[in-house]
């Protein structure tokens, strides 16, 4: 039996201008795509999270 179910699911959908030139959307998706980048995502999610008690029990994955 599984020990968690998921209850939703957030997505978030980042964009740029269609005439950004490609040497800055490259260097955006490098941020983006970066481990400290994922590593501060990741701990601002669990701050909101744990914010509020009644979310206590939940659990959070960030995954790509």
């Given at each position: 039996?599984?020990?968690t179910v998921i209850i939703d699911e957030l997505h978030v959908?980042?964009?740029v201008p269609a005439n950004?030139?490609?040497?800055?959307a490259a260097a955006a998706h490098r941020v983006l795509t970066g481990a400290a980048f994922t590593a501060r995502l990741r701990r601002a999610v669990r701050a909101?999270?744990?914010?509020?008690?009644v979310l206590t029990p939940v659990r959070v994955a960030l995954t790509r």
């Open positions: 039996m599984a020990k959908t980042l964009r950004l030139p490609a040497a800055r909101v999270v744990r914010a509020y008690a």
